[in-house]
């Protein structure tokens, strides 16, 4: 599917509503927009962990509303640990 679309002037563009329906990309779906000097490609975003920025086994810690990866969560659970 293809279909040309002007720039607005503050930048922003819209997305066809069956290319969003296509792709799951549904109002307030955050996104990550990223370029390689020639494309701009827009993907779901993909959760990062706040502490090291790692995409890799990443929770989320709904009391603290943030997401942090495995290894970083172990790393805190060590460090305020005790041994008693
Ligand atoms: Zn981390």
Redesign the pocket.
């Known amino acids: 599917m293809e279909k040309s679309k002007k720039i607005q002037k503050n930048g922003s563009i819209s997305i066809p509503k069956d290319m969003r329906f296509e792709t799951g990309f549904h109002s307030g779906t955050a996104v990550d927009i990223r370029s390689d000097g020639e494309k701009i490609v827009i993907t779901p975003h993909a959760a990062a962990?706040?502490?090291?920025?790692?995409i890799e086994d990443i929770v989320f810690v709904d009391d603290c509303k943030l997401h942090?990866?495995k290894?970083?969560?172990n790393k805190i659970i060590k460090a305020v640990k005790t041994d008693d």
Do not use: G, M
């Not at 962990?49 to 790692?54: D, I, L, N, V």
């Open positions: 962990c706040r502490f090291c920025a790692s942090i990866c290894s970083c969560a």
